[in-house]
């Protein structure tokens, strides 16, 4: 298990009213060592002032995974989909043989939330994709159904414990509160990358919310 605290992000973020952490190399920032776990090759904190956003742009043979932690996310891609994402909900982008979409603060508060990339396995739909579901409940998985790879949402009251998957790769990140894995204190911002995870578990101290990747697979190309 190795643990990247919130503190050792790169920054980043393009534009006034943009704050990002990323959590692997990315954009202007490459570290030989740091570009994956699993199929897992992005994990960016990111913080948008009222009226910022990120103007449109494009992605490819991509699945993108959005968590909002606070505030309200506006989005509009070229599929024709328009949402506002809200605390709670998941919204997966798969940007398959190319998408372009736009990403702003349409509200009158900050928004935070966290945007984490995954590499789809062979021979995914070519098709862009789009959805949102809405208030995903605690300890509901989400699967990608493009990649071998599902999302464990927990929200854990004080003293209580969930039990991590059992995969050749589980990450784990802290959202709010703390969390012990390991005799390790998680905190808002820290992840655990842990290979080879077999009845592990995490300890809630004091009201804590976690995302949880359970990854079977790594990225194949070519």
Not at 15 to 22: D, F, K, P, S, Y
Not at 83 to 98: E, I, M, N, W, Y
Not at 103 to 122: D, H, I, S
Not at 209 to 218: F, K, P, V
């Given at each position: 298990?190795?643990?990247?605290?919130?503190?050792?992000?790169?920054?980043?973020?393009e534009g006034?009213?943009?704050?990002?952490?990323?959590a692997?190399s990315f954009?202007?920032?490459?570290?030989?060592?740091?570009v994956?776990f699993?199929?897992?090759?992005?994990c960016?904190?990111?913080?948008?002032a009222?009226?910022?956003?990120?103007?449109?742009h494009?992605?490819r043979?991509m699945?993108?995974?959005?968590?909002?932690?606070?505030?309200e996310l506006?989005?509009e891609d070229?599929?024709?989909a328009?949402?506002?994402?809200?605390?709670?909900?998941?919204?997966r982008?798969?940007?398959?043989?190319?998408?372009r979409?736009?990403?702003?603060?349409a509200?009158a508060?900050?928004l935070?939330?966290?945007?984490?990339?995954?590499?789809?396995?062979?021979?995914a739909?070519m098709?862009?994709?789009?959805?949102?579901?809405?208030g995903?409940?605690?300890?509901t998985?989400?699967?990608?159904?493009r990649?071998?790879?599902?999302?464990?949402?927990?929200r854990?009251?004080?003293?209580e414990?969930?039990?991590?998957p059992?995969?050749?790769?589980?990450y784990?990140h802290?959202?709010?509160?703390?969390?012990?894995?390991?005799?390790?204190?998680?905190?808002?911002?820290?992840a655990?990358?842990?290979?080879?995870a077999?009845?592990l578990?995490?300890?809630?101290e004091?009201?804590a919310?976690?995302?949880?990747?359970e990854?079977?697979a790594?990225?194949v190309?070519?």
């Amino acid at each position: 298990m190795w643990i990247q605290r919130s503190g050792a992000r790169y920054p980043g973020g393009e534009g006034a009213g943009i704050e990002t952490r990323h959590a692997f190399s990315f954009s202007g920032y490459y570290d030989p060592g740091n570009v994956r776990f699993g199929s897992l090759v992005a994990c960016n904190e990111e913080r948008l002032a009222p009226g910022a956003g990120f103007a449109e742009h494009p992605h490819r043979d991509m699945e993108i995974v959005t968590w909002v932690v606070g505030g309200e996310l506006t989005h509009e891609d070229s599929t024709g989909a328009r949402t506002v994402v809200r605390p709670g909900d998941v919204q997966r982008l798969s940007a398959g043989s190319g998408v372009r979409h736009t990403e702003r603060n349409a509200g009158a508060e900050p928004l935070t939330f966290v945007q984490m990339w995954l590499v789809p396995g062979p021979g995914a739909a070519m098709d862009p994709g789009y959805e949102v579901v809405r208030g995903v409940a605690d300890g509901t998985p989400y699967a990608l159904e493009r990649t071998e790879a599902v999302l464990h949402v927990r929200r854990l009251a004080d003293g209580e414990r969930t039990a991590l998957p059992d995969a050749p790769w589980v990450y784990a990140h802290t959202v709010r509160g703390a969390a012990r894995i390991e005799g390790e204190t998680l905190r808002p911002g820290d992840a655990a990358r842990i290979t080879g995870a077999e009845g592990l578990e995490a300890c809630a101290e004091g009201p804590a919310e976690l995302l949880i990747w359970e990854l079977h697979a790594e990225p194949v190309y070519g």
